[in-house]
């Protein structure tokens, strides 16, 4: 009975959530008073997810023979315009640079508050121009990347000596020589960016930091890279259905732990005088001193593991294909949830019409009763002690009560002289069993005492008599008198 009332609160759940899902749909139907570009109209939920095929670009070229070269499309319940032409490219980024500016963040980055600090991801605006700048002036200009020339040479050599040992090594346990060179190449990207960014390797023999580091990298980058659900159908980001942005708090933590003690590390040598000279983009944030007429001061410790793990993220060009490799598995898979939410909410749709109709009620006369929920009816109003909440009942509503189990009528009698009325004057209409679903199985039903009709009592016309042959009438007849015989011997 416990697990038949959860799978009933499941579905009544789901009936007043697609019904929220309903006014909201149609609501953006109705559309505003801002005038779109054309597009094809869309599914409830998934919008037009499923119109683009395996091959988007091909669809967004056969769609603009039709929309023209400004596309409008719902991805999910996310608004989406497409530009198809160098002009229309040209008139949104010259005439309309500042309110498209800003780029949609998936669900993923807005962990610990990432995407406020990122280059990528933070508002247009002071802080996102400052930031702008350094990472200009100090990482990407020429005199920078001529400096840190050294720095790549040495990173890669590095490199070709970790492989040359690597295969010796393979050769001497009698192995081929062959060497994983993916790996490799992580390791040199990675090394190559913490040099630039903190001027040390983050991963040799005597670096535990690093390695953790590169491990919580690694893993956020995998989770950064998963389709994401919630971004599709943005009153889903509370619950988190995929747990990605969970796992990209727990790791982002980790590296940002890892970041802060290399800061920490830097911030106490410069304290106490025993810094050497390091030209590095750590350094470049330290002593970044804002002007006072736009953004801080100074830029927050957080903002700098915000800016550094960036770097990393993006710069870690190697990874960043590793995890791409398996999107379109996960895509595919996200796919399906999205088909799934859609079904969901056509068939409550069909639920509630269907309920609807039935609120409406028919022309005959019932008993007085509460008004029971969508699909679960009253089944929550009884409690525990169903028949003291109708002892309950009954004060208000009389002793003839009019109940919804579920979708099922039940009338309810809690006095002798309803009863008596009832098996006196209407005992045919009420003759019958209530026929559990099991009990049907092989018509099993159909030759049961305990289950049958009472079609001894009714003549053929009855519309529901045609089912019954005159053979398990007889048996049902028959059954009866031997169940009498073996009573009364």
Known sequence: ??????????????????????????????????????????????????????????????????????????????????????KAAAELFKNHDLPFSDRKVPEAITALGYNQGSLAFARHGPDWRILRRLCSMELLVNKRLHES??????????????????????????????????????????????????????????????????????????????????????????????????????????????????????????????????????????????????GPDKISKKNMNIIILLCYLYENTAIICTFQESSNSEMEWMSSVLTWLSVSFLASLLLLFTWTKAAKGSSKQRPPGPPGWPIVGNMFDLGTMPHQTFYKLRAKYGPVLWLKLGLVDTMVIQSAKAAAELFKNNDLPFSDRKVPKALTALGYNQGSLAMAQTVAYYDDSAPWSSWLTKDSTSRLRSGKSALTRWSSG
């Not at 597009?39 to 669809?59: A, K, R, S």
């Not at 919580?216 to 980058?221: G, T």
């Not at 619950?239 to 830097?266: Q, S, T, W, Y």
């Open 149 to 294: 020339a050294p720095i790549r040479q040495k990173c890669i050599d590095k490199m070709i000596e970790w492989i040359e040992e690597d295969s010796s090594s393979s050769c001497a346990r009698g192995g081929s020589g062959g060497v994983e060179l993916v790996r490799f190449l992580h390791i040199m990207a990675f090394n190559l960016v913490g040099n630039l960014m903190l001027s040390r390797d983050l991963l040799d023999m005597q670096s535990e930091a690093g390695h953790v580091f590169f491990e919580a990298m690694n893993m956020l980058m995998q989770w950064a890279g998963k389709p994401n659900v919630a971004d599709f159908v943005p009153f889903l980001k509370w619950l988190d259905p995929l747990g990605i942005k969970r796992n990209m708090a727990r790791h982002m933590g980790r590296c940002m732990k890892v970041v802060a003690g290399f800061i920490d590390e830097r911030v106490h040598e410069k304290q106490s005088g025993r810094e050497k000279v390091k030209k590095d983009f750590l350094n470049a944030l330290l002593e970044y001193e804002g002007t006072g007429k736009e």
């Open 1 to 86: 009975m416990e697990w038949m009332s959860s799978v009933r609160t499941w579905l009544s759940v789901s009936f007043l959530a697609s019904l929220l899902l309903l006014f909201r749909w149609t609501k953006a139907v109705k559309g505003s008073s801002k005038q779109r570009p054309p597009g094809p109209p869309g599914w409830p939920i998934v919008g037009n997810m499923f119109d683009l095929g395996t091959m988007p670009h091909q669809t967004f070229y056969k769609l603009r023979a039709k929309y023209g070269p400004v596309l409008w499309l719902k991805l999910g319940l996310v608004d989406t315009m497409v530009i198809q032409s160098a």
